[in-house]
């Protein structure tokens, strides 16, 4: 079945540095792609999509691109704050599903910015 | 905008003892979701319900209950609590079909304790 595989954390950076979140897939058919973020005390939101091969997602200066060669949507920020403390997952939806178009989570990993 | 309301946010159970989680969406969506959190296993999905009238089971679904009771309600309910349940509770609202956008909008979360 479809599934997601995420580096685990926590990862820990500084302010202002650069920071890769990877995250492969395995899927049938053609998956929308996902990363959210969870808060301290919050749900998830939706940080970005992409929903075809070679689609570039990006919100909050997070990007992620769909890459269907190497089964990939890494997520990428050039200047992490600390505000960006928070889980994140990446996901994905087979649209063609029957499970109501629910979304198939990692495992989370968790980023910790220090001032 | 109250978008997804779960109650409660916090309850402690003894083992065998039944009770019911409550959601409730404004947001006019066709499906629902209860997924749950725990530490190192990221969401994994008991129940959907893709629309009203119909709920279908997830990865997780033993020890649940689902009532879809409208379009905005959808209630999770342990009917004997055991240790295993203890977990963060999350319940989701999307739209499908032509205005399906892939995105899931969540409720902040019901922890759950069983002793």
């Known amino acids: 079945g479809n599934s997601v595989t995420q580096m685990e954390g926590p990862v820990t950076l500084s302010e202002e540095a650069f920071l890769t979140i990877n995250c492969t897939y395995t899927a049938t058919g053609y998956p929308s792609l996902f990363w959210y973020v969870q808060y301290p005390g919050e749900g998830l939101q939706l940080l970005l999509k992409?929903?075809?091969?070679?689609d570039k997602g990006s919100n909050k200066g997070f990007e992620a691109t769909y890459r269907k060669e190497t089964t990939s949507f890494h997520l990428e920020k050039g200047s992490v704050q600390v505000s960006d403390s928070a889980v994140y997952f990446c996901a994905l939806s087979d649209q063609n599903s029957n499970s109501g178009y629910a979304l198939n989570f990692g495992k989370g990993t968790s980023l910790l910015v220090t001032p | 905008n109250a978008g997804v309301t779960q109650t409660p946010k916090f309850q402690v159970l003894k083992t065998g003892q039944s009770m019911t989680l409550q959601c409730a969406q404004d947001?006019?969506?066709?499906?629902m979701y209860w997924y749950r959190q725990d530490p190192g296993m990221g969401l994994r999905l008991i129940y959907y319900?893709?629309?009203?009238?119909?709920?279908d089971k997830g990865e997780v679904p033993n020890g649940y209950n689902v009532s879809r009771l409208n379009k905005r309600e959808f209630s999770l309910r342990l009917e004997s609590a055991a240790p295993s349940q203890t977990s963060v509770y999350f319940c989701?609202?999307?739209?499908?079909?032509?205005?399906?956008?892939?995105?899931?909008?969540f409720g902040e979360g019901s922890r759950l304790t069983v002793l």
């Open positions: 992409a929903t075809k091969a070679d």
């Open positions: 319900s893709a629309s009203e009238g119909t709920t």
């Open positions: 989701a609202s999307s739209e499908l079909q032509g205005a399906w956008t892939g995105e899931l909008f």
């Open positions: 947001m006019n969506h066709n499906s």
